[in-house]
DNA sequence: CTGGCGATTAACCGTCGATTAACCCGGCGA
DNA sequence: TCGCCGGGTTAATCGACGGTTAATCGCCAG
């Protein structure tokens, strides 16, 4: 799961991407409100985490011309503010949760979780595919009905091929699936993790395009008929 | 983008339709299965929003049977029941998404959007020849619909040809399109792929113009009778 | 019958991905 | 606090595949 986060104080902002990372999550922050438009106008998240006290524009206005936009990610704001017109000034900017500063990460952590299941948890919650089911709510992956432990960086690189069903991804593409935009990674890391998801789910489950990048393999379990 | 909506509570199937029509999306509306049946008869869509709990028969065995006539429009199934069988039997009928009811208008328009995408994507640029088809977006080519692995040489010798139906080609202008201009080649590598290309897709597809160069076999897969 | 062109096949080579091992770091328990 | 443990990254090496070359075959035409 993909988090954008929107904070200028780069105390607080570390914080909430350490805690929230530590969760499995998958964590870009950004410190101005003109950097969170960009962010969302390359890539998709499926919660954002907002300060409404920006250097360079009010949290709000931002809030209300994203959602303008079209834009349909959760949103959940941070204030330092507290009074009731504020609180629903944001829920009517479109905001879907909000949280006074100071906050507790662990209450942070505990609303997004609620937010992501808000969105997941009202459709499939489990993705199925051949042998495999994986459910991103609880972040179980079972094989054959049978429980897998993953590690952090082997589920997202799962996550990330099971949710373009089929589609070759290149090692571009997973990697800022499995890390952010900002960190480079300058060796065959993906290789490595890809390795073991192949170890621990069976060889049928990625398949690599030779020149392009990798797939999820065929739902029935086929290994490779060639 | 033209959407079916099967839904028979006049509420539900009203906000619908106000929601997407406000997204741009063309809505059909129908109550029944009976109703459903007919319109897939008669009109393309694009996906189609199917209520499980419809008053003549069943959404599930509905899908089902449009899926063995052959429909490949992505269905998005909406419906109040929650248990893991059930999601499991709609994605086994052959659902492509779910979501619970009730559900967020604004969740429904990103999965239909999503839908849509993957819709979109996939069969843009799709070039047929006969039993031959090749997207060049996702670089899969098919024979008789089946994937057919071809290396980068081949699929790029596969496009030229198809590129330009019937003509001939000469060995000069293939070597241009599938190696740059200036690469210089003295051998026959050519020659050795479009070996590889029959031997992959049968002899029909490439015919070789004794003197001039190639060109691409007739659609109707009939095999040269000279 | 023969020359030549294209087909076929096999061998060689380079590149890319797979594999494995070593190292590093943070967390946790002794 | 120290040292172990597990996961993550780096790096080195291995191996498979695709691409090219080249040798040989077979067919068609002159």
């Given at each position: 799961?993909?988090?954008?986060?929107?904070?200028?104080?780069?105390?607080?902002?570390?914080?909430?991407?350490?805690?929230?990372?530590?969760?499995?999550?998958?964590?870009?922050?950004?410190?101005?409100?003109?950097?969170?438009?960009?962010?969302?106008?390359?890539?998709?998240?499926?919660?954002?985490?907002?300060?409404?006290?920006?250097?360079?524009?009010?949290?709000?206005?931002?809030?209300?011309?994203?959602?303008?936009?079209?834009?349909?990610?959760?949103?959940?704001?941070?204030?330092?503010?507290?009074?009731?017109?504020?609180?629903?000034?944001?829920?009517?900017?479109?905001?879907?949760?909000?949280?006074?500063?100071?906050?507790?990460?662990?209450?942070?952590?505990?609303?997004?979780?609620?937010?992501?299941?808000?969105?997941?948890?009202?459709?499939?919650?489990?993705?199925?595919?051949?042998?495999l089911t994986y459910d991103p709510s609880s972040r179980e992956t079972t094989l054959d009905g049978q429980p897998v432990d993953l590690s952090r960086r082997e589920q997202s690189l799962l996550q990330a091929l099971l949710h373009s069903r089929g589609r070759v991804l290149s090692s571009e593409q997973l990697k800022d699936s499995v890390y952010g935009?900002?960190?480079?990674?300058?060796?065959?890391?993906?290789?490595?993790?890809?390795?073991?998801?192949?170890?621990?789910?069976?060889?049928?489950?990625?398949?690599?395009?030779?020149?392009?990048?990798?797939?999820?393999?065929?739902?029935?379990?086929?290994?490779?008929?060639?």
């Open positions: 799961m993909r988090v954008l986060v929107c904070e200028d104080d780069e105390l607080i902002a570390s914080g909430i991407v350490a805690g929230l990372t530590a969760q499995g999550l998958t964590v870009e922050h950004v410190a101005t409100a003109s950097a969170a438009r960009a962010m969302v106008g390359v890539a998709e998240f499926d919660v954002m985490v907002l300060d409404l006290g920006l250097p360079d524009e009010d949290g709000l206005k931002l809030l209300k011309q994203l959602r303008q936009q079209g834009l349909e990610t959760p949103v959940l704001i941070l204030t330092a503010r507290d009074s009731v017109t504020d609180r629903v000034d944001g829920l009517q900017a479109g905001a879907d949760d909000y949280l006074l500063k100071p906050f507790d990460l662990r209450e942070l952590a505990a609303r997004l979780h609620t937010l992501l299941r808000r969105v997941a948890g009202r459709s499939v919650n489990l993705i199925e595919h051949g042998r935009f900002n960190d480079e990674l300058e060796s065959n890391a993906l290789n490595v993790h890809i390795h073991h998801l192949r170890r621990k789910l069976g060889n049928g489950i990625v398949e690599t395009v030779r020149g392009l990048g990798y797939r999820l393999g065929p739902a029935d379990g086929a290994e490779s008929s060639k």
